[in-house]
């Protein structure tokens, strides 16, 4: 007898509304982020991963639910990627999570994730490689680890995916090179950004998203147990100052190498930079 059809699987996308960081001011006085009349944006490198998981649901079927923790303007986030074709999306919002870094976020949504396999499993979880607002990188991997997936992270391409077999071949961008990684379901994978393109959302996507009810969770709904882990409570970073770099007093030097061969605008350059900083001569010679 043929082997039976794997049933379609089950993507989880997590996604965070993010200031545009095009406009992010710092304030002068008081050192903190201006987000007021900043518009926010979804997570660009989110919508890589939710790309990604919308071209495997493409090709073998799948469910794809995206996930965002944050507070109820968020939602619009998640209607955004409604639209570009994910069938189900969460947002856990609760005054227990604010003030949450990475370490209290990841515990939030592992527990999300949790909830929302009770009733599919969950296959593959997605992440962008950071937020444009943190950089940290730290909250996929921290998914990882709690739930016990598999991590993949910096993921430029996935090169085969194989539902029945369980099992995935990425190309993971390494200091140096690119490994090829090949590991078993479930998972979870961290795209970088250059990997895919969005595409447009869809008309029927556009007016589904603008009907859809977007479930919103507090930390009852959502799974959570322990509240010190939550928020500040749970939160062993500490953010001391934040600033914009001074701008540089010194002004760019103009050099006028008309009629010189490369070599002598070389030699020429570096007689220049070592008139001025002999300590840089000094440490190459030593």
């Not at 007898?1 to 993010?18: D, E, F, L, R, T």
């Not at 994910?86 to 999300?112: H, K, M």
């Amino acid at each position: 007898m043929p082997s039976p059809m794997p049933s379609p699987m089950h993507i989880v996308v997590c996604v965070k509304q993010v200031p545009d960081s095009s406009q992010i001011r710092v304030h002068p006085v008081t050192n903190t982020i201006m987000r007021q009349g900043v518009p926010a944006v979804v997570n660009p490198y989110d919508l890589v991963s939710l790309e990604e998981a919308l071209r495997i649901r493409d090709r073998f079927g799948a469910r794809v639910t995206v996930l965002s923790m944050g507070p109820k303007m968020a939602v619009e986030a998640l209607r955004k990627c409604v639209s570009y074709g994910a069938d189900d999306a969460v947002l856990i919002t609760d005054r227990v999570f604010a003030g949450s870094d990475t370490l209290a976020t990841s515990y939030a949504l592992a527990s999300a994730i949790r909830t929302i396999g009770a009733d599919k499993p969950v296959d593959m979880v997605f992440c962008g490689k950071q937020t444009i607002d943190g950089d940290t990188a730290q909250v996929g991997p921290g998914i990882a680890r709690r739930l016990g997936l598999q991590q993949l992270t910096y993921v430029a391409k996935i090169e085969r995916v194989d539902p029945q077999a369980r099992e995935i071949v990425v190309h993971r961008r390494a200091e140096g090179g690119v490994q090829v990684m090949h590991t078993k379901l479930p998972c979870l994978v961290t795209m970088m950004e250059g990997a895919n393109t969005i595409r447009f959302a869809g008309m029927d996507d556009m007016f589904r998203a603008a009907r859809c009810a977007i479930a919103e969770w507090d930390h009852k709904a959502a799974g959570i147990a322990e509240l010190a882990r939550c928020g500040l409570k749970g939160s062993p970073t500490v953010v001391k100052k934040v600033f914009a770099p001074s701008a540089k007093a010194v002004k760019a030097q103009c050099f006028d190498g008309a009629g010189k061969t490369p070599r002598e605008l070389v030699d020429a350059l570096l007689a220049r930079m070592f008139e001025q900083h002999p300590s840089i001569e000094e440490e190459i010679a030593s």
